[in-house]
């Protein structure tokens, strides 16, 4: 009697595995046939390619080109389009604005190499290629890593840096990737069970913002719409591995590296940021002392979404002490 429903319950876990392995499986062959638009299919006629020794960079530009230049830097996967209320308010305060999408998401070609280091030097050839002035950099989020590498790298492309819930991993004890996320096919189930799944899109914006009403159709769909592109899954699997893992070759990952930083810095955090918290800001500001830490209050890891008014006179306020 014990044998058989041993053996019983040893059928039914079976089945329950096979049928969480096919779910699994589902799940990545749904984005394979998915994934099959052109770059030129998706991307909005409002932005044009700039060509860099890695590849085409998709940039969205606003505002007088005689304004002072202001560059922009997305989250991960998120792209240019996210900053669309925050470009319309620099713009009509007589800024140019230039909104980038960093690889592998957004429009952008995807070479595969997406190191801090790698993405400043992108984003400088971008610059150079556009004939741009010195610039206001902003990086929010992972983007904050390859602003800030950009700045110390390129000093002289920089007359400035806000840093927006900057995720640069200041106060985590270097670390490499996981062992588990070597096989690359590994990466691309999780990739597309999460960032490249449609069905979860609005659940992970819903976790990184503290006005969970802020998830709106809206932006679930910008955060959508390059998603459909070719090999999406496998290219942001790609870039997993690296942002697993410590960017230990980064000048933005030394701590000692910010007591270089010549340029005027700002800061601006959602006091209610649990991707990034507060204390990170304040920690950042130790670097930073000469940096003015402006708090967001009510908001979290994406203000420029969560309350778009007070994000950009916030924005706007610590530019006009720039």
């Given at each position: 009697m014990i044998f058989k429903l041993l053996r019983g319950t040893a059928r039914l876990c079976l089945i329950v595995l096979i049928l969480v392995v096919v779910a699994i499986a589902g799940f990545r062959i749904a984005a394979w046939v998915r994934e099959t638009a052109g770059r030129g299919d998706l991307a909005p006629s409002t932005g044009h390619w700039v060509s860099t020794r890695s590849g085409d960079v998709f940039v969205q530009e606003k505002g007088p080109a005689t304004g002072t230049p202001i560059v922009l830097f997305h989250g991960t996967a998120a792209w240019s389009e996210l900053w669309r209320a925050t470009s319309d308010a620099l713009a009509g305060a007589g800024y140019h604005v230039i909104a980038l999408d960093l690889p592998?998401?957004?429009?952008?070609?995807?070479?595969?190499?997406?190191?801090?280091?790698?993405?400043?030097e992108r984003v400088n050839d971008m610059l150079m290629r556009l004939n741009v002035q010195p610039a206001i950099i902003v990086g929010h989020s992972f983007?904050?890593?390859?602003?800030?590498?950009?700045?110390?790298?390129?000093?002289?492309?920089?007359r400035a840096l806000v840093l927006v819930d900057a995720a640069l991993g200041l106060t985590a004890a270097p670390s490499d990737a996981p062992a588990l996320l070597r096989p690359k096919?590994?990466?691309?189930?999780?990739?597309?069970?999460?960032?490249?799944n449609p069905f979860a899109t609005r659940m992970l914006l819903k976790s990184l913002i503290a006005k969970k009403d802020r998830a709106l159709p809206e932006y679930v769909e910008i955060l959508q719409r390059p998603l459909s592109r070719q090999n999406s899954t496998s290219d942001i699997a790609d870039w997993l591995y690296y942002f697993?893992?410590?960017?230990?070759a980064a000048q933005s990952a030394d701590r000692n590296a910010y007591a270089r930083l010549k340029q005027p810095v700002a800061?601006?955090?959602?006091?209610?940021?649990?991707?990034?918290?507060?204390?990170?800001?304040?920690?950042?500001?130790?670097?930073?002392?000469?940096?003015?830490?402006?708090l967001l209050p009510g908001l979290g890891h994406i203000p420029q979404i969560e309350d778009p008014k007070t994000f950009n006179d916030a924005l706007l306020k610590a530019l006009a002490t720039l």
């Open positions: 592998p998401f957004g429009f952008s070609d995807r070479p595969g190499s997406y190191t801090r280091q790698d993405q400043a983007g904050a890593g390859a602003a800030t590498e950009l700045v110390l790298r390129f000093p002289d492309r920089a096919w590994l990466r691309e189930i999780l990739v597309s069970l999460t960032v490249t697993a893992g410590s960017d230990r800061i601006l955090w959602g006091e209610l940021d649990t991707v990034t918290p507060l204390e990170q800001a304040r920690d950042l500001n130790v670097l930073l002392p000469q940096a003015h830490l402006t």
